[in-house]
């Protein structure tokens, strides 16, 4: 079975930081682009960054650069995304996602269950 | 900065009936098109790539259309799980930054 799974969400004050993983399974995960996408309570979603294949290609959106650095190890079918100067606006499910292969859209058709990260004090 | 702007915002109908959902880019996006159903409490889920092509277990009545700036999802006729909110997204060429619009609630009449 195709999945995703993420940890690492909590609880951090304002100025944290938090790092973020994702196991991957039941597919090659070294042959796919992967993403993270957050959803703030009560609103839409929002892209937050990709990788390419081998990790030798990155990009964010543009609230996060300088803050968060999306990375993957191919060895052990994981993704990671360590956050840093976390902000109250960043409290959101963070999902890990496998972008499709041979897409132009590079739609995201696997999901995980997400992990909640809150930045309180 | 492609923005994708989704109307309605809301759309209130009824089981059987055909809901058709608009999403509209600021400039032309190809056919980089996704769509995609959240319900509440549950994760999003693929319905349409590349505008046109419905991902793997997704029922017919779904469908897909347009190109350049104006993109449409249509549910030919609406099931009682069908009702949930609907996002589209895009890929930019370079860098390969994805944009999700606002998303279009499908509600029970």
């Known amino acids: 079975e195709v999945q995703v799974v993420e940890s690492g969400g909590g609880l951090v004050q304002p100025g944290g930081s938090l790092r973020l993983s994702c196991a991957a399974s039941?597919?090659?995960?070294?042959?796919?682009?992967m993403s993270w996408v957050r959803q703030a309570p009560g609103r839409g979603l929002e892209w937050v960054a990709n990788?390419?294949?081998?990790?030798?290609?990155?990009c964010y959106v543009d609230s996060v650069k300088g803050r968060f650095t999306i990375s993957r190890d191919n060895a052990k079918n994981s993704l990671y995304l360590q956050m840093n100067s976390l902000r109250a606006e960043d409290t959101a499910v963070y999902y890990c996602?496998?972008?499709?292969?041979?897409?132009?859209?590079?739609?995201?058709?696997?999901w995980g269950q997400g992990t909640m990260v809150t930045v309180s004090s | 900065e492609i923005v994708l702007t989704q109307s309605p915002a809301t759309l209130s109908l009824s089981p059987g009936e055909r809901a058709t959902l608009s999403c509209r880019a600021s400039q032309s996006v190809n056919n980089y098109l996704a769509w995609y159903q959240q319900k509440p409490g549950q994760v999003p889920r693929l319905l349409i790539y590349d505008a046109s092509n419905r991902a793997t277990g997704i029922p017919a009545r779904f469908s897909g259309s347009g190109s350049g700036t104006d993109f449409a999802l249509t549910i030919s006729s609406l099931e009682p799980e069908d009702f949930a909110v609907y996002y589209c997204?895009?890929?930019?060429?370079?860098?390969?930054?994805?944009?999700f619009g606002g998303g279009t609630k499908v509600e029970i009449k």
């Open positions: 990788i390419k294949q081998d990790g030798g290609e990155t």
């Open positions: 996602g496998r972008n499709m292969i041979r897409a132009y859209s590079d739609a995201i058709d696997t």
């Open positions: 039941g597919f090659t995960f070294s042959s796919h682009w």
């Open positions: 997204q895009f890929r930019s060429s370079w860098p390969p930054a994805l944009t």
